[in-house]
């Protein structure tokens, strides 16, 4: 079967970076900055990034690119008749189920963007009352969650080149560039310099064994690693693009988007004297407000600013979904010989009934638990915290270990070779190994 290529390098870097920011940065990161007390555990994160979660970025760009498959077919081109498949079937399960939870949240943003550019937003001031109104109600994020996948959906179908790629390279600079004109607005609000040195002033007698904890797994989630996401991607990269480059391309615009998300955020935060530690309402409930009393005798700024900021949202979820939803797509349209197009319509159908379940989880079935979790909370538990440092810790345990090493180095190609086979095969699956066994006893 003809299989898709990125046509270009920087297209295959764009798509990559596309994947990694995301909600991840820009909702994500700030949150859990704000309550780990700031640039102490900016550095740590930094570590996390360096030591386990790029290891595993790379060691899924080696598995993607060796065997030029989708997540559970590389290991059967690369191991045989071994039961190191589990793992790919453990990355399209955890596909599906980041996708479902994932464009929940993704569909908030978009009713946020439409709310910011009709002015409908700043028609209220009660924020908290808002949300909680718009997430409970039955049918109107699943209309948004609906929308979204729809979208993802369309890119996906289109195919590697003229849908994934094309898009990235035209979504990512715009993301960049929103992300300028934002800190630059940000930066000149009054009292300013407080949110400033909240970054990068690190106190570290706020560090404790749960902040490490917390800035490994915003490693993991924000790189997108662990599930085969990037090992589908790099499937589709050619022999030129260098591998060790393109994860430290990746990484790095990662983390400075995610730092950069922390420059927009905690100056207007902090000149408008709200509290840095208000929790995953962050974005959706403290942000309005801060744009309203940073601005409310400018409306024409505040439309601006918040404007901008959900359609960055928008934008930064998109092109990370489309990279989930891909995992599936890969494996049905390969293993099943679907044409793209079903294929994706399968995917798609899939997550919109199980996206339907965790969107109602906030309002019908708030009352539902599993296990003393929500669907919704139930789905990310299972993603973030079992799937994702399982998965990562399988695929480095296999690079390093059990995969053939000349084929390794072939890929790797680089002088760092020595040094990420150290990576891949102690450090980066014992400190994985921590998260994986803190986060199912702390659960
Ligand atoms: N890295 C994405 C973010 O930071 O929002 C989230 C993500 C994308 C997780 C793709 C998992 C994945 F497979």
Redesign the pocket.
Same mark, same amino acid.
């Given at each position: 079967m003809e299989r898709g290529n990125f046509g270009s390098k920087i297209g295959a870097v764009l798509a990559a970076a596309g994947?990694?920011?995301?909600?991840?940065?820009?909702?994500?990161?700030p949150t859990e900055c704000g309550s780990n007390g700031g640039a102490a555990f900016i550095l740590i994160y930094i570590l996390c990034v360096l030591l386990l979660a790029m290891p595993v970025m790379v060691a899924e760009f080696v598995i993607g690119r060796a065997s030029r498959s989708n997540t559970v077919g590389s290991y059967r081109v690369l191991a045989p008749g071994k039961p190191w498949v589990v793992s790919g079937f453990l990355g399209v399960l955890? *596909?599906f189920m980041? +996708?479902s939870y994932?464009s929940v949240v993704a569909g908030w943003t978009l009713d946020y963007a439409f709310e910011s550019i009709s002015g409908g937003l700043l028609a209220h001031t009660d924020y908290g009352a808002v949300f909680n109104d718009f997430v409970s109600s039955p049918w109107r994020p699943v209309v948004f969650l609906g929308i979204f996948l729809f979208v993802t959906h369309c890119v996906v179908a289109a195919g590697v080149e003229k849908g994934i790629e094309r898009f990235s390279k035209v979504l990512m600079p715009l993301l960049l560039l929103i992300i300028f004109v934002l800190i630059g607005f940000s930066i000149s609000m009054p009292n300013a310099s407080t949110g400033i040195s909240f970054l990068l002033k690190p106190d570290f007698s706020k560090v404790t064994k749960d902040v490490i904890l917390s800035a490994m797994g915003q490693a993991f989630?924000?790189?997108?690693? *662990?599930?085969?996401? +990037?090992a589908t991607y790099a499937s589709y990269f050619n022999k030129e693009t260098k591998l060790v480059k393109t994860a430290l391309g990746v990484c790095t615009i990662?983390t400075m988007v995610?730092v950069s998300a922390g420059f927009i955020i905690f100056p207007a935060l902090f000149s408008v004297g709200v509290d840095a530690d208000s929790g995953p309402g962050l974005v959706f409930i403290t942000l309005p407000y801060v744009f309203n009393e940073a601005f409310g005798n400018m409306p024409v700024l505040e439309y601006i600013f918040s404007a901008l900021f959900y359609v960055l949202l928008v934008l930064?979820?998109l092109t990370?979904?489309i990279?989930?939803h891909e995992?599936g797509t890969a494996y049905i349209h390969e293993t099943f010989k679907l044409t793209r197009p079903k294929a994706a319509m399968v995917v798609t159908a899939i997550c919109l009934t199980f996206g339907i379940i965790c969107s109602l989880s906030f309002g019908l079935w708030k009352e539902v638990t599993v296990m003393g979790m929500t669907f919704f909370d139930l789905f990310d538990f299972i993603?973030?915290k079992f799937l994702?440092p399982l998965g990562g810790l399988l695929i480095c345990t296999f690079v390093g270990w059990d995969m053939n090493k000349k084929l390794v180095a072939s890929e790797l190609n680089s002088r760092f070779t020595p040094l990420l086979m150290i990576l891949f095969s102690w450090v980066a699956p014992i400190g994985i190994g921590i998260i994986f066994v803190y986060g199912l006893i702390s659960g």
């Open positions: 994947s990694a920011v995301g909600l991840g940065n820009i909702w994500r990161f955890g *596909g980041v +996708l994932y989630f924000t790189l997108s690693v *662990g599930i085969g996401t +990037l990662d995610a930064a979820a990370s979904t990279s989930m995992i993603t973030a994702m």
